[in-house]
T-cell receptor
């Protein structure tokens, strides 16, 4: 079956531009995660959805970052007024786990969107 | 905030050599995972360890969770070029409310 897909794979934005990153999780997966991975670093948690509910957004770095998953499947991470420090790979992961501890089920990661803000 | 440190940061070895990479924290984790990430791809889960002292083997890879659940190691026997990649550990706290990734160990196995 198909894995997690993300689009676009690469995005170059001018500082101040708004961007939208899309994640298509594995069909039927309840949980969806967004991470930010800076160059040479491990992924950092941004936000977590269970179906359409955003249960944890504690990792979003500022109010310029917004994520949604309106129908409990596809998710979009939006960054408004992009800054150079937003340049990173944005990873999406999904899992079939539906509650409790987040890491108890396997997270399947997409290939990421590499964002470069000039 | 719980932090994970990984060492070494970079490791370059010849095919056939053995190696060990480490994941350490001052905090206790209820579970810990190891991932491998190749360039341009997302991380792929290798193993989850949940019990202090637990040892898991996956072909040539041996994973150990420390007795105090604060550290873990990954040992690779007879490394192959296909083992090249970024090895990440990720830990979950005892409440299942927070998890973090380490910065990774970038392994290069030369033929």
């Amino acid at each position: 079956g198909a894995g997690v897909s993300q689009s676009p794979r690469y995005k170059v934005a001018k500082r101040g531009q708004d961007v939208a990153l899309r994640c298509d999780p594995i069909s039927g997966h309840v949980s969806l995660f967004w991470y930010q991975q800076a160059l040479g670093q491990g992924p950092e948690f941004l936000t977590y959805f269970q179906n359409e509910a955003q249960l944890d957004k504690s990792g979003l770095p500022s109010d310029r970052f917004f994520a949604e998953r309106p129908e409990g499947s596809v998710s979009t991470l939006k960054i408004q007024r992009t800054q150079q420090e937003d340049s990173a790979v944005y990873l999406c992961a999904s899992s079939s786990f539906s509650g409790g501890a987040k890491l108890q089920e396997t997270q399947y990661f997409g290939p990421g969107t590499r964002l470069l803000v000039l | 905030t719980q932090l994970l440190e990984q060492s070494p940061q970079f490791l370059s070895i010849q095919e056939g050599e053995n190696l060990t990479v480490y994941c350490n924290s001052s905090s206790v984790f209820s579970s810990l995972q190891w991932y491998r990430q190749e360039p341009g791809e997302g991380p792929v889960l290798l193993v989850t360890v949940v019990t202090g002292g637990e040892v898991k083997k996956l072909k040539r890879l041996t994973f150990q969770f420390g007795d105090a659940r604060k550290d873990s190691s990954l040992h690779i026997t007879a490394a192959q070029p296909g083992d090249t990649g970024l090895y990440l550990c990720a830990g979950e706290d005892n409440y299942g409310q927070n998890f973090v990734f380490g910065p990774g160990t970038r392994l290069s196995v030369l033929p």
